[in-house]
């Protein structure tokens, strides 16, 4: 009965969490719940290793709490890709713990189960490792074989299950086929990861998420734990879903983006195919602009989140309603470096919710916008991806900011997006650029907005 009322408030939890109005609300409801379900576990008849349990919970708990309360918003991509990675860990390390302990074979849906959870959790957990690289920046580029790399995966992926379903029919297996067995389940899982660059990202982690959930889920049938079983399924769908909403906002298939990424090498624009010139701003001639106008839409990208601008453009955008100004936000779903993430930031600066739109949302208001502010995005307000079938982001939905009547872009210098081609929005007519460090020339629109009155 606990475990039915604790899956109860998972739900109701997550259901709540598709409102940012009810986010908090859900998470200390689904937290109450994890706490009722792990507490209700120390009940099971003939339990042992209390005393390591009780350990376990502790470290892990206290490292938990100390890390996220010190982790920066800006900085919340890594330790989802780290925490998400754990969970896998845990799943797979379940397996290991159910398959060392095996007398007999398990060739039986709990010992398929147990194998592929192990397999799915120990590439969700390396694949979330080398995530974590490439969000901190440890990992700067994307990495495949010369030659055959899918295939490669293939075959990797079919002789890790070949070799798991070895270990479950032959029951006891030793400790060496089972290192094995984790050990090339682990580089299938980086052999995955590594060619996928980071405009791709957002869908890794969401994909990984998915994993996650499966791997638990499937051992919590192992284990005969409802609460697992639920739990598990209830991610990993969720964590699909989500995966497919976000693939559909870049309007690439999944199987894109895992075997054939835009890694931003091969992928740049011929010579000569980006017509115009680049076009400056000082941040005094973006103030006045920004002023004088009627309506102004902020496009926040991953430079916003690198500068930790979010409060200074808060405060940019308050300065422009209190001089009559109309300020919305517009927010691509692939934005930033995780799902949400742009949203996370800005709700963490005090942004209302009902200033914040999505791109169904606001895309039709931009032809009667007086001036779009863009601060660190690049990809998602590429015209390419509507005008160029020759592009690689070619049919991905985008934010249709090129169609308002001036376009301000603070960059931190002329590089590229993560798909590698230039942005032909920078060479319009009405764009202008304002190079720096976001926090910066936000600060120095705000100090110029304030002597205008």
């Not at 270990?167 to 089972?178: I, K, Q, T």
Request: overall charge neutral; proline content about 4%; hydrophobic content about 55%.
């Amino acid at each position: 009965m606990i475990y039915f009322l604790a899956t109860f408030a998972f739900i109701m939890g997550l259901r709540a969490m598709s409102a940012p109005a009810t986010a908090v609300q859900g998470m200390r409801l689904a937290g109450i719940a994890m706490v009722v379900a792990v507490g209700a576990t120390f009940f099971t008849p003939g339990l042992h290793n209390l005393g390591w349990m009780v350990a376990a919970i502790a470290v892990g708990g206290g490292l938990a709490w100390i890390w996220a309360r010190r982790v920066a918003m800006t900085e919340m991509p890594q330790m989802v890709a780290i925490y998400n990675g754990l969970g896998g860990g845990a799943a797979a390390a379940i397996a290991a713990v159910e398959l060392l302990g095996a007398q007999t074979g398990l060739l039986t849906s709990v010992g398929v189960l147990a194998i592929l959870g192990a397999v799915i959790g120990a590439v969700a957990f390396s694949g979330s490792l080398v995530a974590w690289a490439k969000l901190d920046g440890r990992v700067r580029k994307v990495w495949r074989l010369k030659r055959g790399h899918n295939d490669v995966v293939l075959l990797l992926a079919i002789l890790t299950l070949g070799i798991g379903l070895t270990l479950g029919v032959s029951g006891a297996p030793s400790a060496g086929g089972l290192l094995l067995f984790f050990v090339l389940a682990l580089a299938l899982g980086v052999l995955v990861t590594l060619p996928i660059g980071g405009a791709d990202m957002p869908v890794v982690i969401s994909l990984l998420n998915a994993f996650t959930g499966l791997a638990v889920g499937f051992e919590g049938y192992v284990l005969a734990n409802p609460m697992l079983i639920v739990a598990g399924i209830v991610v990993g769908a969720s964590g699909t879903l989500l995966t497919l909403l976000m693939a559909k906002a870049m309007n690439r298939p999944i199987r894109n983006v895992l075997f054939a990424p835009i890694t931003g090498e091969a992928a740049e624009h011929e010579p000569g195919s980006v017509t115009g010139r680049l076009k400056t701003y000082a941040p005094t001639d973006a103030a006045a602009a920004l002023r004088y106008a009627q309506q102004v839409v902020i496009v926040p990208g991953y430079g916003m989140a690198v500068a930790g601008a979010q409060h200074k453009v808060w405060e940019m955008a308050q300065l422009l309603e209190e001089a009559g100004v109309t300020v919305k936000f517009a927010i691509h779903p692939v934005a930033g470096r995780m799902p949400g993430h742009m949203n996370v930031l800005l709700a963490e600066a005090g942004v209302p919710y009902e200033k914040i739109f999505d791109l169904d949302e606001i895309n039709g208001e931009f032809p009667q916008t007086d001036v779009v502010l863009v601060i660190g995005a690049n990809d998602v307000v590429n015209p390419a991806a509507r005008t160029n079938p020759s592009s690689p982001i070619y049919g991905m939905p985008i934010l249709d900011v090129d169609r308002a009547r001036e376009v301000i872009v603070i960059k931190r210098g002329q590089g590229r997006g993560y798909s590698g081609i230039e942005n032909e929005l920078f060479y319009r007519d009405h764009c202008h650029l304002v190079y720096g460090n976001a926090h910066e020339v936000v600060a120095d629109i705000i100090a110029e907005l304030k002597t205008m009155g």
